[in-house]
């Protein structure tokens, strides 16, 4: 014990030479730690976070975020229950926010009537931007929602395209939610079978090709016997057809697993696809010819008539072709259990967690515990917050916030009362981030290179000086005194602002923050002095929008 | 590619104290470029690339189409386009390529000779991957990853334009910084004008000037830099003349007013050399369709926007040289969906700046099964750097392209200035 403790004074001590150079600190201050851990684990601090950490101590809240059913949430909850569209089936939404050509009774609609359509299933969107920022701004279990907006992410799908205007609701809901920290397999699986990816990758409609079935098989596909002789266009060209879509098998194993060059080929996006064919979405039905089960309207369906009952070889393993649904199941378990698809994920997760280029050893460390837990999310968070590279002064700040971090942080640091989610959702389209529209199968990307330039600091500043000034403009109320009373208009400029360091940065302020808005205080524009009255007055708002606004607020 | 540096460009800094001062004064824009050229910071004859990012690979082969091959119109039975003379055919462009019918407000330039296509265009990496195909193209580097930089912004480097003064000499359309703009050159980026301004007054400004400039955060302080200036003369911009697109002729819609607003910046002649224009939606696996899919609306209003954009240039259209660009083409072969799935050669459209138009350039690899690549997709017979190496060399003068696009040998001319 002796020894240990002398070996490390030793290393102590020879790590001091360096130091000599103003070189980074060796270890983070508990101050620097509770909030490193704030910062990665939930959007960001609010009043009282700091406090709450202290008191129970770090690992306590790292395992407590990590159980989220132990933490009581049930204010977040009630406020969930005023969105009504939140709890709904994806058929439920049509039905309450139907089509223009629903309204139309079988006639073609109008323009106006697709306007007014539009702007009605545009509530859905709405709802679901409230929801998020409503959980994002009270929820207790901040790792849970950080986690589902990292999955959602890595499972992108846009409100825009076709019917998942009236699939992403459920779709977060029920595919991604339940699993954000269980079995990233339940998670693939949940997402592979929701009918908002099918339909946003378009393997909704994804059938046997007859580029892939021998001649002397067609036989046993007459369905497109009947694909030869059907109407056709003014053009002259049949109006339907039927075969493959690559589109959801390249993106599965590209973005969704194995991730891009490692390993698979062109021939393996078409034979998964060809696995994957009749992975669809149960219609409406016609009533009277096809009645349809409501409860199963807009569900998963497995269309055995699509389905290609050909032989493959997908990855090196051979299927006979006749499996049916559970070839494509098998295919993702393939997929799951793949070294390629732990290291993408395991990269993801420390790209998120601790920074842009995160270090291979630690990717190494947290793919093989993702590999060794059989794929279990809430194993390979741990590796990542119990490593040492999570509490190294390295990685201290070492991210950029995204536009939805930085509002989330700036509404929770200053207590904000959101009044209007959906001048939120304006704000962040101008970010370059609105939700759930994201349009490309990449997601949004998470390194600052993307997301730093010039208009996106400035709409930064922009927004502080709207939120903290209350301006009409704002989508929330903020009440400065509340989170402290120092923090209130007066002639003392320097302990307003020393105020705002403690408030909204802990005190962690770059010294020439400190000395540009320190010198600012000499300038009547701030300190409202005119000549013939020196009495000074200081705007908290201002000086407040000015941290939030400032490089050291960027990071977290 | 380069070392990473910053080095504080004093005489960029002293125009930008002078910039102040002439915008304080408001005379700038009613002078149209009197003060301007008279300092020797931009005159009229300066040209111009603009480039436009078609995200989500454009369909090539139903832009430009080969309505003549019988392998063209045997893959693509749904979606294929009728040749000339028949219902929704395509406009005859040289006997062999028609343009998509859509595309048609750009025939008068066709016609004129100001508007070129290089068909079978692309990447010799032969990666299927959006994102992977976007970073070789705006890397320039294909097949090399660790390359953070894009190739626009080391043109601009390597030219006399890295000694240009305006904070808008180059400028990009966008939210985000797209990779072919990041460097070491300052780029400015917004996704709208009227957004890019600041809320409160100078004192806001100056705060935020300095202390985005002054702090020691690298990757923060570089960008917060020239915001201030930029932030000025656009504000002076948007205070004359109309801010609606549809009045000066371009379509309804983001794209529309993303070309308006460009062009605003170039009419303003505050010194932008280089601008770019992201435009997403060309990933059509469904529903892609002839004339009647999610293609045509897309090329409409790409079509329309050109042409408006040309039109609204008047006499400095010569001076615009115009690109189009995609990360690769789409299979030859429609899918069961009435659309395409990821395939390799595409095509580029080039307007202005002098080029020899009314030409389909490159040479034709064919679409027999024998001569397409992998068995599937269009080859690639025009690598995209020899390209933008020409429009480089050619119409901004920038010859020496060692360090733009490292390893590639540019081949004889396609002779886009022949």
């Known amino acids: 014990m002796r020894n240990i403790f002398l070996i490390l004074i030793t290393l102590g001590f020879s790590l001091c030479i360096p130091a000599l150079a103003p070189a980074a600190p060796q270890t983070l201050t508990y101050t620097q730690k509770v909030l490193q851990v704030l910062n990665r684990l939930s959007f960001g601090p609010e009043p009282g976070d700091i406090a709450h950490v202290r008191h129970i101590g770090i690992k306590a809240y790292i395992e407590e975020q990590l159980h989220p059913e132990t933490i009581d949430d049930s204010r977040c909850d009630n406020d969930l229950k005023t969105i009504p569209t939140l709890s709904m089936t994806a058929y439920q939404l049509y039905q309450a926010y139907p089509p223009a050509k629903a309204a139309a009774l079988g006639e073609k609609p109008n323009p106006d009537q697709v306007k007014a359509a539009n702007q009605h299933i545009r509530e859905i969107l709405d709802q679901l931007t409230q929801a998020k920022l409503t959980r994002i701004l009270e929820s207790q279990r901040q790792l849970q929602e950080v986690m589902v907006d990292f999955w959602f992410n890595h499972f992108n799908v846009t409100f825009q395209k076709n019917r998942d205007k009236w699939f992403i609701t459920p779709y977060e809901q029920d595919a991604i939610r339940p699993y954000a920290l269980g079995k990233f397999r339940d998670l693939l699986g949940a997402v592979a079978h929701s009918p908002a990816m099918l339909e946003?990758?378009?393997?909704?409609?994804?059938?046997?090709?007859?580029?892939?079935?021998?001649?002397?098989?067609?036989?046993?596909?007459?369905?497109?016997?009947?694909?030869?002789?059907?109407?056709?266009?003014?053009?002259?060209?049949?109006?339907?057809?039927?075969?493959?879509?690559?589109?959801?098998?390249?993106?599965?194993?590209?973005?969704?697993?194995?991730?891009?060059?490692?390993?698979?080929?062109?021939?393996?996006?078409?034979?998964?696809?060809?696995?994957?064919?009749?992975?669809?979405?149960?219609?409406?039905?016609?009533?009277?010819?096809?009645?349809?089960?409501?409860?199963?309207?807009?569900?998963?369906?497995?269309?055995?008539?699509?389905?290609?009952?050909?032989?493959?070889?997908?990855?090196?393993?051979?299927?006979?072709?006749?499996?049916?649904?559970?070839?494509?199941?098998?295919?993702?378990?393939?997929?799951?259990?793949?070294?390629?698809?732990?290291?993408?994920?395991?990269?993801?997760?420390?790209?998120?967690?601790?920074?842009?280029?995160?270090?291979?050893?630690?990717?190494?460390?947290?793919?093989?515990?993702?590999?060794?837990?059989?794929?279990?999310?809430?194993?390979?968070?741990?590796?990542?917050?119990?490593?040492?590279?999570?509490?190294?002064?390295?990685?201290?700040?070492?991210?950029?916030?995204?536009?939805?971090?930085?509002?989330?942080?700036?509404?929770r640091v200053t207590n904000a009362h959101v009044t209007d989610t959906q001048k939120i959702a304006q704000i962040l389209n101008l970010m370059g981030e609105p939700l759930y529209l994201c349009e490309p199968p990449t997601g949004y990307p998470d390194d600052a290179k993307a997301w730093v330039n010039s208009s996106a600091l400035l709409d930064r500043m922009n927004f502080s000086l709207i939120l903290l000034g209350n301006k009409p403009r704002s989508p929330a109320r903020v009440n400065l005194t509340q989170i402290d009373p120092s923090l209130s208009s007066g002639d003392d400029g320097k302990k307003i602002l020393r105020g705002f360091f403690q408030a909204l940065l802990d005190g962690q302020v770059s010294a020439n923050t400190q000395k540009v808005l320190f010198s600012k205080l000499d300038d009547p524009e701030i300190s409202h002095a005119v000549l013939d009255d020196r009495q000074k007055s200081f705007e908290a708002s201002q000086l407040g929008a000015l941290v939030l606004g400032s490089p050291d607020f960027q990071r977290r | 590619m380069r070392k990473s540096k910053w080095n504080p460009k004093l005489s960029r800094r002293d125009f930008l104290k002078w910039s102040g001062t002439a915008l304080a004064g408001a005379a700038l824009f009613d002078m149209p470029g009197f003060l301007w050229a008279a300092a020797g910071l931009a005159s009229d004859s300066s040209k111009i690339l603009i480039a436009l990012f078609q995200r989500g690979a454009a369909d090539g082969l139903n832009m430009i189409v080969p309505f003549q091959d019988t392998y063209y119109h045997a893959a693509r039975p749904t979606i294929g386009l009728n040749g000339p003379n028949l219902s929704g055919g395509v406009l005859d462009l040289d006997g062999t390529f028609g343009l998509h019918p859509a595309l048609s407000s750009l025939m008068p330039m066709w016609q004129v000779g100001t508007f070129a296509a290089i068909h079978a265009v692309g990447s010799p990496d032969g990666t299927r991957s959006h994102f992977e195909a976007q970073d070789n193209m705006e890397t320039g580097t294909p097949g090399v990853k660790t390359t953070e930089d894009g190739w626009l912004n080391r043109a601009i480097e390597a030219s006399s334009l890295r000694k240009a003064k305006s904070p808008l000499t180059a400028v990009a359309i966008s939210a985000r910084l797209p990779r072919i703009l990041r460097g070491d050159f300052q780029v400015t980026a917004f996704p709208s004008l009227n957004g890019y301004r600041f809320i409160g007054g100078g004192l806001e400004a100056d705060s935020f000037e300095q202390m985005y400039a002054g702090s020691i955060d690298r990757l923060l302080s570089g960008t917060g830099r020239e915001t201030k200036e930029s932030v000025d003369i656009i504000q002076k911009i948007q205070q004359s003349g109309s801010k609606n697109p549809e009045d000066a002729g371009y379509p309804k819609g983001p794209m529309g007013r993303q070309f308006f607003e460009l062009a605003r910046i170039i009419k303003a002649k505050v010194g932008l050399r280089v601008g770019f224009l992201d435009v997403g939606g060309w990933d059509h696996h469904a529903n892609e369709g002839s004339t009647d899919g999610l293609l045509n609306g897309r090329l409409k209003e790409l079509g329309d926007s050109i042409a408006a954009f040309y039109q609204d240039m008047g006499d400095r259209a010569g001076d615009v040289l115009f690109t189009t660009m995609t990360e690769f083409g789409r299979t030859m072969q429609e899918n069961g969906n009435r659309g395409t799935d990821h395939g390799h050669a595409g095509v580029m459209l080039l307007f202005g700046g002098g080029i020899k138009g009314g030409k389909v350039y490159g040479s034709w690899p064919g679409l027999s099964p024998e001569q397409l690549f992998e068995g599937r997709d269009l080859q690639v017979t025009t690598d995209f750097r020899q390209v933008h190496s020409e429009i480089l060399s050619n119409h901004l003068g920038i010859l020496n392209q060692g360090e733009i696009f490292p390893g590639f040998t540019p081949q004889i001319p396609l002779g886009l200035w022949a």
């Not at chain 1, 046993?220 to 053009?235: F, H, L, R």
């Not at chain 1, 009645?291 to 997908?314: C, N, S, Y």
């Not at chain 1, 006749?322 to 790209?351: M, Y």
């Open chain 1, 200 to 411: 946003y990758l378009d393997n909704v409609n994804s059938s046997v090709d007859a580029r892939y079935v021998p001649a002397d098989e067609m036989d046993e596909y007459p369905q497109m016997e009947k694909m030869m002789d059907q109407p056709m266009s003014a053009d002259g060209k049949p109006k339907k057809s039927m075969g493959l879509n690559e589109n959801y098998a390249r993106e599965l194993m590209e973005l969704h697993t194995l991730g891009v060059d490692s390993g698979y080929t062109q021939d393996d996006v078409i034979q998964v696809a060809r696995a994957l064919t009749g992975w669809s979405i149960q219609g409406q039905g016609k009533p009277g010819q096809n009645d349809v089960d409501p409860d199963q309207v807009f569900q998963f369906k497995f269309r055995e008539r699509m389905h290609d009952l050909g032989p493959a070889t997908i990855l090196g393993q051979a299927f006979d072709g006749s499996q049916g649904e559970a070839e494509g199941e098998a295919v993702l378990d393939l997929l799951a259990k793949n070294p390629a698809t732990a290291h993408f994920i395991a990269t993801k997760l420390c790209r998120r967690f601790i920074c842009d280029d995160p270090p291979p050893a630690l990717v190494n460390r947290v793919a093989q515990r993702f590999l060794d837990s059989g794929g279990d999310i809430r194993e390979t968070l741990r590796a990542i917050f119990y490593s040492k590279e999570f509490m190294s002064p390295t990685y201290y700040r070492a991210k950029v916030k995204t536009p939805l971090e930085f509002m989330a942080s700036a509404l």
